[in-house]
């Protein structure tokens, strides 16, 4: 069995994006969807793919990770905090 980053494509509401894709992509991603086909039984549109992929390529980014950690520790309000001296 070959051992591929995508299991089953789960079915999900979609937002509709245009994008282009190299002929070399578009093969690729087609081929990727057959394999995928016989090693899960679940046939998708090659298009299909794209968010799964991209989810999975994000997830796994450890640098995005610690880029958005770092991002949303900045964004985060903070308490204020009491004096230790007590009320005023």
């Known amino acids: ?13 979609p937002v509709k994006l245009n994008i282009e894709l190299s002929a070399d992509v578009h093969r690729d991603l087609v081929a990727y969807a057959d394999v995928l086909a016989r090693e899960t039984g ?20 450890r640098g995005f990770a610690k880029a958005r950690k770092d991002h949303q520790r900045c964004e985060t309000p903070r308490r204020s905090e009491p004096s230790r001296d007590g009320p005023s």
């Open 1 to 13: 069995m070959t051992k591929l980053k995508l299991g089953a494509i789960p079915d999900d509401k």
């Open 42 to 61: 679940q046939k998708n549109e090659p298009a299909k793919l794209i968010a799964p992929m991209l989810a999975r390529f994000m997830a796994t980014d």
